[in-house]
């Protein structure tokens, strides 16, 4: 690490609650699983199942990646503040058109989440340069440029195909997350993470207490932002 400017990465006396700012993100994303959860219910078949299983992958990976980013770098700084929120734009944006993801609005979802995947790369790759982290941007963006033709081919086909292009997607995006984001042919590299909070079961918690709760007694759980 250069210079803590350069990388503002999270400290370790940073108070570990979630941001208002990230628990707005988690109940859109909440909005998100919820309309996964329609399809099955609409469609008892195979097939239906299938498409469930790869909306759900992607929708989770969305959530997971960003909380990845705002347990490790600082929260308070404008950028990762500002990357939440183009993210809960996108995120909300490809919600809306999980119903129709495998009909008239595959595009759509497919170019929102190839988008949003890329996107937090590039920025990871910039806000960490210098960092032995660096590399999980880089390597983000690689693995989405593989899997962006994927996505939109199979955004582009309908019916059996859209479902198979699109589940083979999903496993390029597992296989970079196991891989730690590695990109074949160069020298593999020990990372040394930032301080991090252990808290996604906390805002998992955090955002029943406040969806049920509402903002007076969730907020002792969160901090403003």
């Given amino acids: 690490m250069t210079s803590s ?7 370790a006396e940073a108070p570990p609650q979630a941001t208002f700012l990230e628990l707005f993100f988690d109940l859109a994303l909440v909005f998100a699983f919820f309309q996964v959860s329609r399809t099955p219910v609409q469609q008892l078949n195979w097939s239906a199942a299938l498409q469930d299983v790869v909306l759900f992958v992607v929708v989770w990976r969305i959530w997971f990646m960003t909380t990845w980013v705002t347990d490790r770098l600082d929260q308070d700084w404008w950028p990762v503040q500002l990357s939440v929120i183009l993210t809960l734009t996108a995120g909300a944006i490809l919600a809306a058109a999980i119903p129709r993801a495998f009909g008239a609005d595959g595009l759509i979802f497919a170019g929102l989440n190839v988008g949003i995947r890329m996107g937090r790369s590039l920025f990871l790759a910039i806000v960490l340069r210098g960092h032995d982290m660096q590399h999980i941007g880089v390597g983000g963006v690689v693995w989405a440029a593989v899997s962006l033709l994927l996505w939109i081919a199979g955004g582009l086909t309908h ?6 292009l699109w589940a083979l997607g999903v496993a390029v995006g597992y296989f970079a997350m196991s891989a730690n984001f590695h990109i074949p042919g160069t020298r593999r590299k020990g990372t040394r993470e930032a301080p ?3 808290t ?3 805002r998992a918690r955090a955002v029943v207490t406040y969806s049920s709760s509402g903002p007076r007694r969730s907020c002792a759980s969160v901090r403003t932002w």
């Fill in 200 to 202: 996604n079961t906390t």
């Fill in 159 to 164: 019916a059996a195909a859209r479902g198979v």
């Fill in 196 to 198: 991090s909070r252990t």
């Fill in 5 to 11: 400017r350069r990388v503002p990465l999270r400290q």
